[in-house]
């Protein structure tokens, strides 16, 4: 079984930054891949991010400049830096592993940004 302990969320002004974690522990030992999807009000979960072990990663166009994965392999921890929020940023920002056998993928419960005034 993973476990999936995500932090950094939390409320920031239009124009702010928050940078969210994410750390993996329990059955990890084939995982190869992690990321962060966001879920906003009114749509449909979305992919922000995902970065490899290797470093390869793949990114939304509509969010690859203000926001920046990074991963730490040897922790099993990713980070998504977010700079110059705006209220349309606001949702539920879940944490994602890949794995190589079952259950090949593990989402966390998610944690809470809101970009307000």
């Known amino acids: 079984q993973v476990q999936l302990v995500e932090s950094g969320g939390g409320s920031v002004q239009p124009g702010g930054s928050l940078t969210l974690s994410c750390a993996a522990t329990?059955?990890?030992?084939?995982?190869?891949?992690m990321g962060w999807y966001r879920q906003v009000p009114g749509k449909e979960r979305e992919l922000i991010s995902v970065?490899?072990?290797?470093?390869?990663?793949t990114s939304s166009d509509a969010m690859k400049g203000r926001f920046s994965i990074s991963m730490n392999s040897a922790k099993n921890t990713v980070y998504l830096k977010m700079n110059n929020l705006q209220p349309e940023d606001t949702g539920i920002y879940y944490c994602?592993?890949?794995?190589?056998?079952?259950?090949?993928?593990?989402r966390g419960q998610g944690t809470q940004v809101t970009v307000s005034s």
């Open positions: 970065i490899t072990n290797a470093g390869s990663t």
């Open positions: 329990g059955s990890t030992d084939s995982l190869y891949a």
């Open positions: 994602h592993v890949d794995l190589l056998k079952a259950p090949y993928e593990f």
